[in-house]
């Protein structure tokens, strides 16, 4: 009974913390910016900070979760059609999955950086492959490819077809997009841990 009450203890507080994960993102996606060098569609923002800490403390569904419900809730004001959000749930979970997996094995110091920067690689390397073969094709259905293209050609003239366009702009900006997830998850983790997984400090 003991062990019962407090399986269910777990489960909700997990499931807590998860909604609040959840919601911080959902806040934090709405901060989106655009950077230096960038096409005008593509944007920076730290939404997946809280998926990489619920990633790291209750492992990589929780993460998942956290990456699905911030994207739902902003389908609601999607100005993409559903194409960016579309975007940041897939490239979320390659980012913090393979991170909190690393990390459930390995929980120290070492296991956070391996994990969390395998993560970014990971998500760097296959933004290449969904944004060619799913994102862009749908983003096509509202802009054309030449005017897509143009925005790349506007700042490389060099850059002919979308495959370089993916990776020279968009494979090292997702990358440095999870590096800054990462170095904030890194600095504060070991001071929210314990709250977030109810142990005492």
């Not at 800490?53 to 739902?72: D, E, Q, R, T």
């Not at 760097?124 to 509202?142: D, Q």
């Not at 490389?156 to 440095?176: D, G, R, S």
Request: some cysteine; hydrophobic content about 50%.
């Amino acid at each position: 009974m003991n062990s019962t009450s407090t399986m269910k203890r777990f489960n909700v507080r997990k499931l807590t913390v998860t909604a609040m994960l959840s919601a911080v993102a959902t806040v934090l996606m709405f901060f989106s910016f655009n950077v230096p060098l960038m096409p005008s569609f593509i944007k920076l923002d730290l939404s997946e900070l809280p998926a990489l800490i619920a990633s790291f403390s209750m492992g990589p569904v929780a993460g998942a979760v956290v990456c699905l419900v911030k994207n739902l809730v902003n389908l609601f004001f999607s100005t993409t059609g559903g194409v960016g959000e579309l975007s940041n749930f897939l490239l979320g979970c390659c980012f913090v999955v393979p991170a909190g997996i690393v990390y459930q094995r390995k929980q120290n110091l070492a296991g956070a950086v391996i994990g969390s920067i395998s993560g970014s690689a990971a998500m760097a390397v296959l933004s290449v492959f969904t944004n060619y073969f799913v994102v862009y094709p749908i983003y096509t259905a509202f802009l054309p490819m030449e005017t897509i293209m143009g925005m790349y050609q506007a700042i490389n003239p060099n850059v002919e077809t979308l495959w370089q366009a993916l990776l020279l702009f968009n494979m090292p900006f997702t990358f440095i997009k999870g590096l800054c997830s990462v170095v904030i998850t890194l600095l504060i983790y070991k001071g929210i841990a314990p709250v977030l997984q109810g142990r005492q400090r």
